[in-house]
């Protein structure tokens, strides 16, 4: 068994006075594993022990101690742990551990960036009248791409959107490599950092191994780059459904043929379909009723949730 991962849920100790006089501060953690565990294994495993150090630098001449471990299993192979921690004055004579796990404690660092899109537009808005002065036009409904015998443009009609870009980077004890795969590529199924379902795309998770001199000696941790994008838009395309060749149903049985023209001449570009394979009859398509397939540009969708992923509003 291997613990892929502890990282940081709460953002910063979150604390009270007890009745002894003690300053009492918790952590939360998110642990995930790559098999069922125990509690044991993920008390052993995670960043504090019992009687653990680390400075609370909220608080002048003041460290901690964890008196407490909770762990509290999610699901399988995902765990929250909460460790308790007590104020304990600092002598000078604290233990290498003082200091030991610090880096993994500190803020993540968060830059938003934008990026530029270059893609045909399948949909687009069109001018009432355009005879009319620009400051007087009105505007359609999204509608199809097409000229005015409902026919796609050939080279597409080119469109230039900006997209913004979340670059989000914390410290982990460990490369969350199994996470990696696992999110890049996917798009949010659920909302997400107060967004909706299907607005964000994980573009890359990567890890740099640094090594760092501390008080307490020489200590390494992994610094985790998550990039995230958000399109207001969703992730999602609508398709003409339409092609070279359609299904023709004849003597029982389907059969794949080029569309043809009426004169069973065949076509020289692909034609709109009826969402079942077969040619759209010359009625619809002049009644603009032209058949669109959905389709998730991405790899597929997953929960963000589990990144444990928070950021200033």
């Given at each position: 068994?291997s613990?892929?991962?502890?990282?940081?849920?709460?953002?910063?100790?979150?604390?009270?006075?007890?009745?002894?006089?003690?300053?009492?501060?918790?952590l939360?953690?998110?642990?995930?594993?790559d098999?069922?565990?125990?509690i044991?294994?993920?008390?052993?495993?995670?960043?504090?022990?019992?009687?653990?150090?680390f400075?609370?630098?909220?608080?002048?001449?003041?460290?901690?101690?964890?008196?407490?471990?909770?762990p509290?299993?999610?699901?399988?192979?995902?765990w929250e742990?909460q460790?308790?921690?007590?104020?304990?004055?600092?002598?000078?004579?604290?233990?290498?551990?003082a200091?030991?796990?610090d880096p993994?404690?500190?803020?993540?660092?968060?830059?938003?960036?934008?990026?530029?899109?270059?893609?045909?537009?399948?949909?687009?808005?069109?001018?009432?009248d355009?005879?009319?002065?620009?400051?007087?036009?009105?505007?359609?409904?999204?509608?199809?791409?097409?000229?005015?015998?409902?026919?796609?443009?050939?080279?597409?009609?080119?469109?230039?959107?900006?997209?913004?870009?979340?670059n989000y980077?914390?410290?982990?004890?460990?490369f969350?490599?199994?996470?990696a795969?696992?999110?890049m590529?996917?798009?949010?199924?659920?909302s997400?950092?107060?967004?909706?379902?299907?607005q964000?795309?994980?573009?890359?998770?990567?890890?740099?191994?640094?090594?760092?001199?501390?008080?307490s000696g020489?200590?390494?941790?992994?610094?985790?780059?998550?990039?995230?994008?958000?399109?207001?838009?969703?992730?999602?395309?609508?398709?003409?459904d339409?092609?070279?060749f359609?299904?023709?149903y004849?003597?029982?049985?389907?059969?794949v043929?080029?569309?043809k023209?009426?004169?069973?001449?065949?076509?020289?570009?692909?034609?709109?379909?009826?969402?079942?394979?077969?040619?759209?009859?010359?009625?619809?398509?002049?009644?603009?009723?032209?058949?669109?397939?959905?389709y998730?540009?991405?790899n597929?969708?997953i929960?963000?949730?589990?990144?444990?992923i928070?950021?200033?509003?």
């Amino acid at each position: 068994m291997s613990i892929l991962s502890f990282t940081r849920k709460t953002s910063s100790g979150e604390g009270d006075m007890g009745l002894d006089g003690a300053d009492r501060r918790s952590l939360t953690f998110t642990a995930r594993t790559d098999v069922i565990t125990t509690i044991d294994a993920i008390k052993a495993g995670g960043p504090f022990q019992q009687g653990s150090y680390f400075v609370d630098r909220g608080a002048t001449k003041l460290s901690l101690v964890c008196d407490g471990i909770k762990p509290k299993q999610i699901s399988d192979l995902v765990w929250e742990v909460q460790y308790n921690f007590s104020s304990h004055p600092i002598t000078g004579r604290e233990p290498a551990g003082a200091y030991q796990t610090d880096p993994i404690l500190r803020l993540p660092e968060v830059s938003w960036g934008q990026e530029e899109v270059h893609r045909p537009a399948q949909t687009a808005y069109r001018v009432v009248d355009n005879t009319l002065d620009p400051l007087e036009w009105t505007w359609t409904d999204p509608e199809a791409v097409v000229n005015s015998a409902k026919g796609r443009y050939p080279q597409g009609l080119p469109r230039t959107r900006n997209r913004s870009v979340l670059n989000y980077t914390r410290n982990e004890l460990t490369f969350p490599k199994y996470y990696a795969g696992l999110y890049m590529g996917k798009v949010n199924s659920t909302s997400w950092l107060g967004d909706q379902a299907y607005q964000w795309k994980c573009k890359s998770i990567t890890g740099q191994w640094v090594w760092e001199t501390l008080p307490s000696g020489l200590v390494g941790y992994w610094k985790v780059a998550y990039v995230f994008v958000f399109d207001p838009v969703y992730w999602i395309e609508d398709v003409l459904d339409e092609g070279n060749f359609a299904l023709d149903y004849a003597n029982g049985a389907y059969s794949v043929t080029g569309v043809k023209t009426p004169k069973k001449v065949p076509m020289a570009g692909p034609v709109p379909l009826d969402g079942a394979g077969a040619q759209l009859s010359g009625d619809l398509i002049q009644a603009g009723s032209l058949i669109y397939r959905t389709y998730l540009d991405g790899n597929g969708l997953i929960d963000f949730n589990a990144l444990a992923i928070t950021i200033p509003p």
